[in-house]
């Protein structure tokens, strides 16, 4: 998704922005720019398509003169990858700057208004309108930058995160409605971007932003926050972020991927060191309620899905897994007791959100569990439990997977009235974790990402919570090594996708104690078939031509199980030439529905 950063400050504002640019590419991107204003009071402008070290090392962005200006990463949704749709936009009369995250929804009509003006267009984005329409309320209607700002947000249908930049005042003006934005407080220096990591290296003090707030940032150093659409004044508390720039950074590795799949030792441990109040909390509000619902997307969904055969087995309570994006068919059974609880590691993924925002809408209470502090899950919900992972920054979802089903297995102990006991196995988990994450475990499975790299399908079975294992790991398979995989619950492997089985096609088989005597017996239907069978769990068996060990964990096996196939994502887009980080066409946070 589209990454911003704005700066306003002491310092030269072009290598903060790029240094923030870069630390926005995690995001996924197509194109990138950044504008500053010089001591002249004009805008300079670079921009195009690209990667931003190839747009850097073709326009050299640290030419950009001045103190202030934005940035941008476009992720394109109206209008092609073109360097006339890239960020920034400038209005018609070269005085008005802009970038901006989401969609405008009514920009047509906008758009249509501004041309019955006089207005012009260069690009077919639905952003080019909102320097315009800002212009337009200073030129045509005698308004100042800041009230032609909040009349233009007042404007907007959709989700946003925008910043404009005025060459006239040198004022910078930012505001969110569903996406995100976050200000970062220096000495003598502002930040208004997506993400704290893009100015973590700047300042620790962030204030998280609610919807409708809008950020001024005066030229001379001062800041105010007013909501557009009252234009009150609004009082945020600044808060200090615990981690800093080098949970950010790669450190040894070649790939932030294999980095955060390392760090699941610890993560899982964090996850799991919650505030026994905040899961008693929740623990009762699903006890009270009638009907829950546990509702994400990707790999979220997949945590939601193996929680659900948890809370049955564990606790003996039924609770629903559904698709966020798949929930409005869900709406006429939400009433006041029912309980919704997302979970969505950015907080900001708009199908999620749209699932939260119905539930509220009939009066549902709403537990969001979430990696990011301040996300706007955490900003509608009633409560909200935090996964403790750090800042995730490769587009693929490995630590942050594991913390969700860390946080889901401990509230089906806690529902179950053993929460000391899952505390327990979850300490345990850690010595597996480390041997699984060894540098012996790598080495390993990098001998069956040799093999599986040259084939063109990958099957993987798993049975109960293993299933949702295995969905999981096909997700992860597809998304980064762009081989075809999929899974399926092994009892179904019968009903049709063994026509698929042929000699050496390959099929990943998640084994556990619970599941062992059927699971062994679909991946015998595999092996007579002449498929090649590579199975996890904790006994070898005649019938698998690879094996990869990882001791039984009871309850706790899918917390330990995906790691192996997360190491085999990994290695198989680093051998196919892949960027293990930033897969084709993804994005981190998924805010387009
Ligand atoms: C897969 C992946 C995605 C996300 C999905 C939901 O590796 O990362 O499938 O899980 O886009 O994202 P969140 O959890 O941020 O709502």
Same mark, same amino acid.
């Given at each position: 998704m589209c990454g911003i950063i704005a700066y306003t400050g002491d310092e030269r504002a072009a290598p903060i922005l790029l240094e923030g640019l870069k630390r926005l590419e995690y995001r996924g991107y197509d194109s990138a720019g950044i504008l500053t204003i010089d001591e002249n009071s004009e805008f300079e402008l670079k921009k195009d398509v690209g990667k931003v070290l190839e747009i850097d090392q073709k326009l050299n962005f640290l030419d950009l003169e001045g103190d202030s200006g934005l940035a941008h990463t476009r992720w394109a949704t109206h209008g092609g990858v073109t360097r006339s749709n890239a960020h920034p936009h400038i209005s018609n009369n070269g005085k008005i700057a802009a970038i901006h995250n989401g969609i405008v929804e009514n920009y047509k009509e906008l758009r249509s208004k501004l041309i019955s003006e006089g207005f012009t267009f260069c690009s077919e984005t639905d952003t080019e309108v909102v320097p315009n329409l800002v212009e337009y309320w200073i030129e045509k209607r005698g308004l100042d930058f800041l009230h032609a700002v909040l009349n233009t947000f007042q404007s907007l249908e959709g989700n946003f995160a925008l910043v404009l930049i005025d060459r006239d005042s040198k004022m910078i003006v930012g505001a969110k409605n569903g996406s995100p934005l976050v200000l970062g407080v220096g000495k003598n220096k502002f930040f208004l971007a997506s993400d704290i990591p893009a100015f973590l290296d700047r300042t620790k003090d962030v204030v998280y932003l609610y919807d409708g707030d809008t950020v001024i940032l005066h030229p001379e150093r001062r800041y105010e926050i007013i909501d557009y659409r009252t234009g009150k004044v609004v009082q945020r508390p600044i808060q200090s972020v615990s981690w800093d720039i080098e949970h950010a950074a790669k450190g040894e590795f070649d790939h932030f991927m294999l980095k955060e799949i390392s760090e699941q030792v610890e993560t899982i441990q964090k996850a799991s060191a919650q505030d026994r109040e905040v899961i008693e909390d929740i623990t009762q509000r699903i006890r009270r309620a009638r009907g829950v619902f546990l509702i994400g997307c990707g790999s979220s969904f997949h945590a939601c899905l193996s929680a659900s055969y948890l809370f049955s087995k564990l606790a003996s309570f039924h609770i629903n897994a559904v698709l966020a994006s798949e929930f409005s068919a869900y709406e006429d059974f939400l009433k006041e007791d029912t309980l919704v609880i997302a979970v969505t590691q950015s907080g900001e993924t708009i199908d999620v959100l749209d699932a939260i925002k119905t539930a509220k809408q009939k009066g549902c209470q709403v537990v969001s569990i979430v990696n990011v502090m301040g996300s706007s899950a955490t900003q509608f919900a009633d409560a909200s439990i935090f996964l403790?992972?750090?800042?995730? =920054?490769? =587009?693929?979802s490995t630590k942050t997977y594991t913390a969700q089903l860390t946080v889901l297995t401990l509230l089906a102990y806690s529902l179950a009235g053993k929460y000391e006991e899952g505390q327990r196995e979850l300490k345990y988990l850690w010595n597996i974790v480390y041997n699984i994450t060894a540098a012996s475990m790598r080495n390993r499975i990098k001998d069956l990402a040799d093999r599986l790299s040259k084939v063109e399908h990958i099957f993987v079975l798993g049975r109960g919570p293993l299933y949702a294992t295995a969905l999981e790991a096909a997700l992860k398979i597809k998304e980064v090594s762009y081989i075809h995989a999929e899974a399926f619950a092994g009892g179904e492997l019968k009903h049709g996708p063994i026509s698929l089985i042929g000699k050496g096609t390959p099929c990943i088989v998640f084994v556990s104690k619970d599941t062992e005597r059927h699971i062994i017996s679909n991946a015998m239907e595999v092996k007579s078939r002449g498929g090649y069978l590579i199975g996890i769990g904790p006994t070898p068996l005649d019938t698998f031509d690879f094996f990869i060990k990882v001791p039984e964990s009871d309850e706790l096996n899918p917390i330990c199980q995906i790691i192996p196939i997360q190491i085999l994502a990994y290695q198989l887009a680093v051998i196919l030439g892949h960027d293990p980080d930033r897969p084709r066409n993804l994005a981190k946070s998924v805010t387009v529905r």
């Open positions: 403790n992972a750090g800042p995730e =920054v490769s =587009v693929l």
